[in-house]
């Protein structure tokens, strides 16, 4: 996992704005979108679910990615991970 | 792949739509899912039902409030959760025989589309046999 710092830092391939749904929507976006990227790079989804936090990282430990963190923003939040 | 099997005997949007929801976090894993609609959820899948907005199997008088709340999270409609999960996943969708004849429902066009086939309630089991995760909803 990296710092928030870090993660406010890095370079995103692909960015979800899943913001305004509720779950599952912003795991099947995520899920949609990690088939946009290619191994190696980096996709951020912005959430303002609370199940999602806890959702994504056990989807990419289940599928392989690295979760790397997730950074808080004023009503919503971002995750940031690494395709496997 | 792991499999889930779902006996879906409830009919009321409430539980579709947490029939919906858990397809979807099948589909978000990769799962293979088998749907097995039988009685009241028949009923529902039947094309002129599942084209309405449906009554709830719990607490109906909650019935404004849940539709309201739905709309307030942008919540799917059952339907298209599952409509998803299929673009998303495998997910194999049959209506038991006996349970679609009780609605009327005599061959797979006198439901909603998302059903693949009719099937008899051996298929079930044997399904529900080998599944990974058996869910009766």
Redesign the interface.
Known sequence: MLSADELKNITSHRTVDARGTACPGPLLEAKKAIGTIQSGQIMEVYSSDEGTKRDIPKWCQKKGHDYLGVVEEPGYFKIFLKKK | MSKMVIGLFSGGVDRLTGAG?IV??A????MDVEIFVLLMGARSFKREIAAGQGELSESPHLKDEFTAALDK????KWTEFLR?AKE?THVRIHICGLAGKLWGGEKIHDFVDLADDICGISEYIYAAEEADVHLFI
């Open positions: 929801i979807s976090g589909a978000a894993n990769d999270h942008k919540v799917k998803e998303l």
